[in-house]
């Protein structure tokens, strides 16, 4: 059974501040997204990586995936309020259709 | 446009009384999923058709019932709705084309019982 384990689970930070949030997976696979949510909404997809070494990056996050180590991180430079949500990796394994297997979250807090 | 669309986005239902959650989607993709929600947790996946097929996960409740009538259209059906059943309920969709096929959320229905 694929577990897919984020770290921190709460992080707290300054803004102008930088910070990564991890996500380990425990079976092969070779896709990843990363996914924002805000509080009451639906999931915002970030980033989608499809190989190993893959790196995407939007604004101040910048997204990687290293598929030998089975670890993704999500990297924040000089955090902004406006990123305060919860973020969501999600594994890819096919069955038939793709199916995601969600990480915890990681919910993050920028203060002013 | 939307293009995953969940009806109501808002759901008040008496615990045991039947309630059904809508999704619609325009992108003429044959995968549709129903996830469940908790508060404070992880998306979990309950089932989803491909195509005509239906695909249950192994620890979905019975109480869980999903129809999908044409490609547009799927419904989740809480046959008697406990209050361990609040949540939200996402619709996601996809197109298996090749090797890369992305899932699109839909913006959810918040289902509260009382």
């Known amino acids: 059974e694929l577990k897919v384990e984020q770290n921190p689970l709460f992080l707290s930070m300054q803004e102008g501040k930088n910070y990564t949030i991890y996500c380990n997976y425990s079976?092969?696979?070779?896709?990843l997204y990363w996914y924002r949510q805000d509080p009451g909404k639906s999931l915002e997809s970030l980033f989608v990586?499809?190989?190993?070494?893959a790196v995407k990056q939007e604004g101040r996050l910048m997204a990687s995936l290293d598929t030998k180590a089975r670890l993704s991180t999500l990297h924040i430079t000089a955090a902004v309020h406006d990123l305060s949500a919860t973020y969501f990796c999600?594994?890819?394994?096919?069955?038939?259709?793709?199916?995601?297997?969600f990480g915890q979250g990681t919910r993050l807090t920028i203060n002013p | 446009d939307a293009m995953v669309i969940q009806n109501p986005r808002y759901q008040v239902t008496q615990f045991g009384k039947p309630v059904t959650l809508s999704c619609s989607q325009t992108?003429?993709?044959?995968?549709m999923y129903w996830y469940q929600q908790k508060s404070s947790q992880a998306p979990k996946l309950l089932f989803h058709?491909?195509?005509?097929?239906?695909?249950n996960e192994a620890d979905t409740p019975d109480n869980f019932q999903s129809r999908r009538p044409n490609t547009s259209f799927c419904f989740l059906d809480i046959r008697s709705p406990g209050l361990g059943d609040a949540a939200m309920y996402l619709c996601?969709?996809?197109?298996?084309?090749?090797?890369?096929?992305?899932?699109?959320f839909g913006p959810g229905t918040r289902l509260t019982v009382t």
């Open positions: 996601a969709t996809s197109r298996v084309l090749g090797a890369f096929h992305e899932q699109y």
């Open positions: 079976t092969t696979s070779d896709r």
């Open positions: 990586l499809l190989s190993n070494g």
């Open positions: 999600a594994v890819v394994i096919i069955q038939g259709a793709q199916k995601l297997v």
């Open positions: 992108l003429n993709h044959n995968v």
């Open positions: 058709y491909y195509d005509k097929d239906f695909n």
